[in-house]
Every structure is written in C-alpha cells, then in structure tokens.
C-alpha cells in the first residue's frame, strides 16, 4: 500500500469514527420520542397546571419520577423548540448546551441555546418540589438524607402524609431521624382539635428550636383554653433558649467581625505602629493579596480549595514584593516628613488601583468559595456559625501569633525593636538600621497580603477593596495603642464586638458612627490609646 | 515668548474661522457628536464602565450602515470619575467644548442630578439608563430605565398577589434612590392594609460587607410564622457580601424570598449563585429573554468584546432603546438640532429586547414591560412573571403626598415638568419639595 493511500485510509476512517455519532444523533433526533402523559403534563404553560403535574406525577410511581422531578427542580428539564421533545441539559454554560433526552437518557448531543426551551418552576413549584423530594427520600439509604427529609417535612404534614409517615416513625432506627419525625406528626396533631392530642403534641414539641415548631406553636398559643396556655409556656420555654443563643451569635459576629479588622490592620500595626510610616496604599497591599487569591484560582481552575491555600503564601510574598517597591522607591526618600509620606503613599495608593482596573478589570472578580469554607456550623437550630468566618477568626489569630512570634523570638524582631526605640544607638551597635527598614515594611506589607487573602472570602475581589478597610486599619491602631500588637488585637475585637452590639438596635449606619465617635472620644482621654508605650519609646 | 504670542492669536482667528463656519459645515459632512459620560475609574467603574463600551458598539454598528442623516457617529468619550461634581464640569465641557449633540450617561442619581442643571442650562440632551426613584422630570433629560411604577410597585404586587407575602422587610443602600423608593413602598404597602410592625426597614452604608446582624436578624423576623419577603434597594457591589452570607445563614428563597432592584446579570457574574437559586429580581430585561433581538444583541455583544462569558444587562438595554429612540427622533425630525429633536422623540417607538416596543411618551420616560426573574445557578434569571402589557413610566408617585397631584408633560401647550393639576399651576413650591 503506497502511503498516500494509507493516509487517505487514515483519513477517511477518521472522518467516519468522528461524524458517526453525529449521524446517530441525527437519527435519534430525528425518531420520534415516545412521551409518557406524566412527563408531558410538566410541559403545561401555567404553574398551576404543573403543579398538578407533579402531585401526579409522584403518585404514578413512574421509575423516573426522581430524575425528572431533580431535572425541574434545577432547570434542566427543557424542550426542544421545534420538535417539542423533552431533554435533560448536562452542561448549560456557552451558546451551546449538551443534552440528553429527557426518557431514555440518549445522548443528543449539542444544541443551541435558542432552540431550546426551559420548563420554568417559581418559588412555590420549588417548594412543592422538594417537599415531594422529601417524601421520595424518607427511605433513603443514608441518615443524612433522611433527616435532611424529615427536617423537610416539619409543618408541611397533611391528612394524606401523616400515616406513612407515622409507619416510617415506626421503622426509623436512627434516634435524630425518630426525633424529626415526631416532631412533624405533632406539629399535624395540633392542627387536630383534639385537646389531647394537643396536649401530647406540645409536651412532644416543648424545647425545640426550629422556627417551624414555633410558627406552629404561636398558631395554638393565640387561640383559648388549656391549650393555648400550654403553648404559652412552651413558647416562653423557647424564648428564653433563644435569647441565650442570641447573645452566643451575637458575640460570634462581634468576634468574626473583629477578626477581620484585626487582619487588616495587624500590617498596619507594623509599619505604622512600628515603624511609625503612615502607609496609605495599606489597602491597596491588601487588594493585592485577594488579587493574588483570584490569580491563583485562574491558574488552578477546578481546585479552589488548594488554591486558595497556596494564595497564602503567594499573596504574602505578592505584598512583600510590592512592599520593597515602595519602600525603596518612596518612602525611604521621606523618612521623618509624615505629612509628605501620608500624601506620596496615597498616591501610590491611586496608582495600584488604576493599575489593576486597567490590567485587569474595573469589575469585580469572582473568588470561588471552596465547598468546605461555605455553609455553617450548626450549633443547634437557632445558633449556627457560618464556616467562612470561622476559618477566617481562626487565620486571624494564627497570623496575630506568627507576628508575635517573629517579634518576640527572632533576631529580626529584636533588631526591629532596636531601631525603633533608638535608631542612633542600634546603628552603632551594628545594626543595619536601613535593612532592618526594609524586612520591617515587607513583613508589614506581607501580612496585608494575607488579610487579603482572607478577605476574598468574606467581599468582593475589586480595584476599591482597599479603601473600605484603610480607615478601619488606622482606627484600630490608633485605639489599640500605636506601637503595641497586643493593643491591636483587643482593640479590633473589642470594637468589633461593640459594633455588632449596637448595631441591632441602632442600624449599621448609626452603629458605624457611634463606634467613630467613640472612638474620638477615647482619643481624647488617653491620646496614646488603650495599652500605650511605657518607658523611654514612648518619648520617641 | 514671542513666538507663543504669534501663534496663539493665529490659532485664536483660525479657531474664530472654524466657529463661523461650522453651522455651515456640520449639516454637511461633519460627523455627529455623540457624548459618553460614563465613570471609567473610581467606585463606579464596575456597572458604568460596560455602559460606555455599549455606547461604542451601538455606534460603530450604526457607522457600519451608513451614519446617520448621511453622516458619521463619533463618539465623545470623558471620563467623570464617580466624583459627582466632575460631573457636571465634564458635563460642561462636552456641551461647550466638544459641542456633543447629545449625551449618553450617569448612572447613579446624585450623578445625575449633578448634570441636570448644566443640561437644562445649556440646553443639550440627556438620556440616562437607569432605574431611578422618580420625582424628576426635566426637559433635557429622557429617562429611559424604570421608574418606580415600572419596578418596585410591580415587584411588590407580585410577591404580595402571587406569593402571598404579609411582612416586608426594605433593605437599601443610604443614600436617595433607596430611600425614596422605601418611602414610597411603605406608602403603598400601608394603603394595602399592612401594618407597621409587619414592615423592617433597614439602611446601611455603600460598600456594606459585614451582613451576618443583619441577616440573623432578617431570619428572625421571618420566623414568626408569616410569609416574609425582603425588597432589597442594596446597591452595587454590597449585594455580594450580602447574598453570601444569606446562603450562608441558610436562607432558602423558598422561605424568605429576596428581590433585588439593583441586581442584575452583571452583579450575579461576582458571585457563586447557587446558594441563591430563586430569589428574585425585577428589571425590565432580563439577557435570558427569549426573543432574536435578544440573541442577536448577545451574540453582538459578546464578539465586541471578544469574551465568550459576558453578560449583558438592563441598562444596557435602556441604553439601546435610548440610543434607537434618539437616532428614528433624529431621522424624524431631519437634524440634531436640540430642540427639533426633543419635539420630534415624543411618540417616537422602537423595538425592546423583550418583544415589545418602547414609545417616549410626553414625560420623558417611556414604556416598558415589568419583568420577575428568578435566580438560577447559572448566574441567569429565568422570569417567572411578567406584566400583561408594556407600563409607562410615571415621572411623580402617585403614593406620596407631595407629588400625588403632579404630571409632566413637555408637549406643547402645556410644556410643564411638574404641572399641578390641583392648583393648575406649573411648578409649585410642593413640587420643590417633593424633588428634593
């Protein structure tokens, strides 16, 4: 065979593997599908009508109830525009979406997004949905599922669910799934009018936290009678709970929110409180570092956990990089003119924003949350600690510990504070004081880069991160004490507390104000804020 | 020295013949200014900046078919900053130096309200894409995003009709458009039987991005066993704070379902979106609208771009109603000529993205349809209501007290931008007050 012929061969024999499929696709297309009347009522037009439908459905018992209710619930359930078959979408992203069909899950390959229709649901379709999920789940294998179910379940049971789910009860092996489910037939019986039934009822329901319970409580407790007084207390009971757990979340979020102030404004408790620089580009140190997290995601795509673990010491070592910049090419030039180190670094503040809109963007960037930094922490059903913010008061401190580590232990911590409490002196003792300026402000810089990783979990990754949190920064310093870290980390937990404190009943503006004024305040009292420098620094 | 004084007259006489000349010529073969006044940098870079370059493509695909009245579009393009009073002095300067006719802008109302009286004192042309609060209605000015009557009283008849919803919380950003939208929803929910203690209205500062009180407290006062809905006038860039940290509380739409009037396609492209599946928005586009126009402008979009994954949103619709409404006015009327076109642009209409059409009516707002989308995972909405027909927009409230007994007509007998029908008299002190 000469080998011309051989790559026509090849040639053709690649020609055929590759449009086979799309032949058969064709084909199936073209087949007409055969539709079971359950499928098709989902097709109607009004929601009313669908959500027959699928009250139908679920009591066909069809073999596919689950994957097309799932379909629907997730708006992947579509139609075809010209032949009106049902499919199912695997990949919705692009102008080109790949779909299945919706009977016999044959693959239909590609189709453009203009053809095809989707099987819209609301909000009251979605409930319906998953409540009928639910019912589909209460013998699923895992506990997880189950009591994901029967927690469903609470304030949804009607005359028709109520024995099978009292047969479940009976079956039910797992004591929380048991606990649910109870709880769910009792919330049924209150509705019973029968004054024993009720009675047992709210002994069943008394202690529970969930709001389901307690709407269904305050339903009895408004009403007359034993009962309704019955209710009373067990409502009483709750509250009391409730306001216990109230105060837990409501430290929690003075801590968390303190904990972010405390990241941003430990570098700046460095430079600053240290090093004495007024840095105004800080912020923008900081926006570099949710940047670097951003970048990292880039280049990891489908990773975001590891990414974002790598971002740390990516974004330290970003702000470092960026710190030395400045610091050799500004700041040196204005040691002992505040004024005119205030005003340079605000520029170079305005630089790098401008910068990162023209380079990158002027919109904001998607930072993915990894799956095991989103959700929350359930305490119980009333206190819950969302995990993002958990991660991050925990980071806080392992920074605020690593600085005070690197302050108290290392030999750069000692030639730092050499320097600054007496420049002249640690120079004749050998001291590098110019070098020692430099690792000072880089390691200040770094650790705006690590808050800035943290931040991209918590707001938005754009040019103007910075600036919302450089205002912060300084408060904390200043109130903290300029100089002293321990200062830093009391100060920015204790005004974060204050302010989630206030805010409830102030509102976020006043609360923001209050906590200035305050602030001024306190200033005004003890100008050298909460833990100041004792001893002949102080004088410096 | 010397030299700089000879040439600077010869460039004061042969800008002195240019002046003389340019009535002549401009009706000829000069190109038509178009001015984009549109932040490029600072806080509003992010939602403005895509307007501008929406701007651009309008034009460049008007050139491809031949201009306008047979002549050239160029663009003007300067860059305000988000500093509100820049402004005006940009503002200014297109209508003076540049001598722009017409001015495509703004985006927030304090930017805009900083431009109205150069505008009006210059008599130049302003058409501004977004959805305001109303209480405004400037001869200058075409207002061609929703007022209040074309979102927030649609959105609240659809939770309150279709949901079921009896305890409302109002959540916004402080600042006007917010504020006098809340004022204007409680109003309305008051005339609708609800009382005060099922109403929450909470404001908090631009930028917001510490939500957890705010939502805890969102989730108690929805657990008291009544539907409840929160109407969020949150603007900008705190809505991803915010919708993070609702998914993170475990905020279901099914249980407090959330509508947003300042969120659109491009704020949902910052964030994860599928915590957020079904909370809503009310806009009057929406980019999975399911008409050609729609696709063909996507498809437009997205190759002047050149990025597969951009978005398009409502204000960039109202700009492309705008800038088709300006461009018929224009063909209509046979010139630029301020005046000419601000006669003829009246009852002018052009077709929407949505399959409608959208006509200027006399108070300078034009007609829209009312859409309901619902979050999807996709960083989409999908609507799942919509109003029977197109609505006009209504320049003063009718649920406040100030400008109930206002209307605006700039059609000629009348010409009257705040006309009380009461005291038929154009421009009472109330009207003062009520613009305020």
């Known amino acids: 065979m000469n080998p011309l012929r051989t790559i026509n061969f090849i040639l053709l024999f690649w020609c055929f593997v590759t449009l086979a499929p799309s032949v058969f696709a064709q084909q199936t297309g073209s087949a007409e599908q055969e539709v079971p009347p359950e499928l098709a009522a989902l097709g109607a037009d009004s929601y009313a009508a669908k959500g027959e439908a699928i009250q139908a459905l679920v009591a066909s018992g069809h073999p596919r109830t689950r994957t097309w209710l799932t379909a629907l619930l997730d708006g992947k359930l579509q139609r075809l525009e010209d032949s009106g078959r049902f499919v199912i979408v695997t990949e919705n992203r692009g102008r080109d979406w790949t779909v299945i069909d919706a009977v016999d899950d044959a693959p239909l390959g590609e189709v453009s997004r203009r053809n095809i229709d989707r099987i819209t649901i609301n909000n009251a379709l979605r409930n319906q949905l998953r409540s009928a999920m639910a019912i589909l789940d209460l013998d699923a294998p895992s506990e997880r599922e189950r009591l994901a179910s029967a927690d469903r379940l609470l304030g949804e049971v009607d005359a028709n669910l109520a024995e099978p789910l009292a047969a479940r009860l009976e079956a039910e092996e797992s004591p929380a799934v048991r606990e649910k489910l109870a709880q769910a037939l009792a919330i049924h019986r209150l509705q019973s009018g029968d004054s024993e039934a009720i009675s047992d009822a709210i002994d069943t329901l008394s202690g529970s936290l969930n709001p389901a319970v307690r709407a269904a409580l305050n339903g009895v407790a408004a009403g007359e009678g034993d009962a309704a007084e019955a209710a009373q207390q067990a409502l009483a009971s709750i509250e009391q709970k409730l306001k216990l757990n109230r105060a837990a979340e409501t430290l929690y979020f003075g801590l968390s929110l303190g904990s972010v102030l405390v990241l941003a404004a430990i570098g700046l408790a460095i430079t600053f409180g240290v090093m004495g620089v007024i840095n105004m580009a800080h912020g923008e140190l900081i926006m570099l570092g949710a940047y670097t997290t951003w970048m990292m995601q880039q280049l990891l795509p489908g990773q975001p956990g590891l990414a974002l673990i790598l971002s740390i010491p990516a974004g330290f070592l970003v702000a470092v990089f960026a710190g030395i910049i400045i610091e050799r090419s500004v700041i040196r030039f204005l040691k002992g003119r505040p004024l005119e180190t205030l005003l340079a670094t605000f520029g170079v503040s305005l630089i790098l924003q401008q910068l990162v809109r023209t380079l990158i963007s002027p919109l904001n960037r998607t930072v993915v949350t990894p799956e095991w930094m989103s959700g929350s922490l359930v305490i119980n059903e009333a206190l819950s600690l969302t995990l993002n913010r958990l991660y991050v008061l925990g980071f806080a401190l392992v920074v605020f510990a690593g600085i005070m580590l690197v302050m108290r232990k290392t030999r750069l911590g000692l030639e730092v504070r050499a320097v600054t409490q007496n420049r002249a002196m640690a120079r004749s003792m050998g001291i590098r004081a110019t070098r020692v300026d430099i690792m000072t402000f880089a390691l200040g810089s770094g650790v705006a880069g690590l808050a800035g990783v943290a931040l991209s979990q918590l707001t938005n990754v754009g040019p103007n991160l910075g600036q919302s949190y450089i205002i912060d920064s300084f408060m904390v310093v200043v109130f903290g004490g300029v100089g002293n870290l321990w200062g830093t980390l009391v100060a920015g937990m204790s005004l974060g507390v204050i302010n989630q404190v206030i805010e409830p009943w102030a509102g976020a503006v006043l609360a923001k104000i209050i906590v200035l004024v305050f602030i001024i305040l306190f200033i005004q009292k003890r100008p050298r804020g909460l833990f100041p420098q004792k001893g002949r620094a102080a004088e410096g | ?436």
């Open chain 2, 1 to 436: 020295m010397k030299k700089w004084q000879v040439s600077s007259r010869w460039l004061a006489t042969s800008l002195v013949a240019m002046g003389m000349s340019f009535p002549a010529l401009a009706q000829e073969d000069d190109p038509i200014k178009v001015g984009i006044l549109h932040s490029l940098s600072g806080t509003m870079a992010i939602s403005e900046s895509t307007l501008k370059d929406t701007m651009l493509m309008l034009i460049e695909q008007q050139n491809a078919q031949g201009g306008l009245l047979g002549r050239q579009l160029e663009p003007v393009v300067v860059d305000p900053a988000s500093d509100w009073p820049l402004f005006a002095e940009k503002a200014r300067q297109l209508l003076e130096q540049d001598k722009v006719d017409v001015i495509f802008g703004n985006w927030t109302s304090v930017s805009r309200k900083s431009v109205l009286p150069v505008v009006e004192e210059l008599n130049g042309l302003l058409f501004y894409p977004v959805q305001y609060e109303g209480e405004e209605s400037s001869e200058n000015v075409f207002y061609t995003g929703a007022a209040p009557n074309q979102q927030a009283i649609p959105a609240v008849d659809y939770l309150m009709n279709n949901v079921g919803v009896e305890r409302w919380v109002l959540a916004g950003t402080d600042y006007v458009y917010p504020r006098t939208t809340n004022k204007i929803l409680e109003a309305y929910l008051k005339d609708h039987g609800v009382a005060q203690e099922d109403i929450m209205i909470n404001y908090t500062p631009f930028g917001h991005s510490d939500w957890q009180n705010i939502v805890s407290e969102i989730k108690r006062f929805g657990s008291a066993g009544k539907k409840t809905a929160v109407v969020s006038t949150i603007n900008g860039d705190a809505n991803v704070p915010f919708y993070r940290e609702l998914g993170n509380q475990g905020i279901d739409a099914a249980d407090i379902p959330v509508i947003a009037f300042s969120v659109g396609e491009q704020e949902l492209s910052g964030i994860d979106t599928a915590p957020l599946v079904g909370h809503l928005a009310a806009w009057n586009y929406f980019m999975s609208v399911d008409t050609d126009a729609n696709y063909d402008f996507i498809d437009n979009w997205i190759e002047y771009t050149g990025d597969e994954n951009a978005v398009t949103n409502d204000p960039m619709e109202a700009h492309y109603i705008g800038f088709n409404l300006w461009k018929e006015a224009v063909k209509k009327a046979g010139t630029t000529d301020v005046d000419a076109v601000k006669d003829a642009i009246i009852g002018v209409s052009v077709p929407n993205l949505s399959g409608g059409y959208a006509a200027m009516m006399p108070n300078h707002h034009i007609t829209k349809p009312v859409l309901i989308g619902e979050i999807q995972d996709n960083g989409q909405f999908s609507v799942v209501w919509e109003t029977p027909s197109t609505v006009a927009g209504d320049a003063w409230s009718d649920y406040l007290p100030g400008s109930r007994d206002l209307i605006s007509d700039w059609r000629k007998p009348l010409e009257c931008g705040n006309y009380n029908v009461v005291e038929k008299s154009c421009g009472g002190g109330e009207a003062q007050v009520a613009s305020q």
